[in-house]
């Protein structure tokens, strides 16, 4: 262990921290709406406040409830995609890499961010 | 040579047995993906004891003999992209002078994390992955210092200090 591994270190978490500050301030997101998407094509677009079961192909299922998404069901052996974050209005993305599917959080509704202020 | 074969089938061997260790060691529950990366042990130990050509022979094969016993084509490109970028740059940094084992498994860590979002994105086609780019930075320094910190006192143990020693004997 030297001091360059602990600058390294250091310079690494640093630039997290940044990316993570930046992504919190610069997309903070009034998401109504969710987006999926299998092998880059969408499949379908849903609205967070209905509550609802969406099949997605024949692979995978999420559940909308109480505005937030969650994969609740795929046919893969990891099941990471179910122990992901939900999505709610804040934004958010769930995937399940074997069956390349995407859920992410739809256009954002904010009303572009200062414009709204001033 | 034959002593040489022998070592890195060994290597190989305990890569793959840590691969799979790892999986009943519940390190990071919460943070779906994650994993400390045992198996980086072997290669970060025989990529200095031995050399960049080695371990690549000993991440490769260990990816290629589990991806088809266990997995299938998907995860071994996905593992190997991680595994290359990540030998790679370890290999450059371990050239430059002033870090130790740790600071050249950090950088196997958080590179092999970003040559798997890569690919990850390449494969869903989806650029909002990157939203997950900080949390594998820091668990890559985390992970590769853990893996590191162990590199070093294997190292100090069964090597016993300077690069090629173990080879020798």
Known sequence: MKKKDLILAGGICALALILWLAAQFFLPGNHRTIRITVDGELYGEYALEEDQVIAIGETNVCEIKDGRVKMIEADCPDHLCM???????????????????????????SGGGLDAVA | MNKKTAYLGLFTAIAMIFGYVETLLPVFVGVPGVKLGLANLAVVFVLYEYGIKEAALVSVVRILAIGFLF????SIAYSLAGAVVSLVCMALLKRVPGFSVVGVSITGGVTHNLGQLLVAMAIVENFSLMYYLPVLLVAGVITGFCIGVLAQEVRNRISGGPPGKFVKR
């Open chain 1, 83 to 109: 122990h992901q974050k939900a999505i709610d209005a804040g934004g958010g993305t769930i995937v399940c890499l074997p069956n390349r599917v995407v859920i992410e959080a739809g256009k954002d509704d």
């Open chain 2, 71 to 74: 997995g299938n084509l998907f």
